[in-house]
Nanobody, 127 residues
């Protein structure tokens, strides 16, 4: 059974940091580009970041460039999102997701790029 399970969300003050993790199972994780998107209440899905299967390319939304870093550990079937200098506007449910085309070699900051995702983890940035 294919699964993506996110963890690491929580409540943090502005300027703080969180590290999200997403554990994958049930498929060949290292064959697929993977990334993160978020959705705040009443707002559209927003792609945040993605990383290709062989980690040669990472992409970021303009809103998070310089603050967020995506990485993956193919040996542990896990993708991470290190989030620094968090702002209240980063508050959302964060989902990890992927596109099912293998060995794509590229990934897009586009919410429609994601074809499969987990249940999400809540991130709240507030003082």
């Amino acid at each position: 059974q294919k699964q993506l399970v996110e963890s690491g969300g929580g409540l943090v003050q502005p300027g703080g940091s969180l590290r999200l993790s997403c554990a994958a199972s049930g498929f060949f994780f290292d064959s697929y580009a993977i990334g993160w998107f978020r959705q705040a209440p009443g707002k559209e899905r927003e792609a945040v970041s993605c990383i290709t299967d062989r980690m040669r390319t990472t992409n970021y939304a303009d809103a998070v460039k310089g603050r967020f870093t995506i990485s993956r550990d193919n040996a542990k079937n896990t993708v991470f999102l290190q989030m620094n200098n968090l702002k209240p506007e980063d508050t959302a449910i964060y989902y990890c997701g992927l596109n099912w085309q293998p060995h794509l070699g590229r990934c897009a900051i586009d919410p429609d790029w994601f074809e499969y995702w987990g249940q999400g983890t809540q991130v709240t940035v507030s003082s």
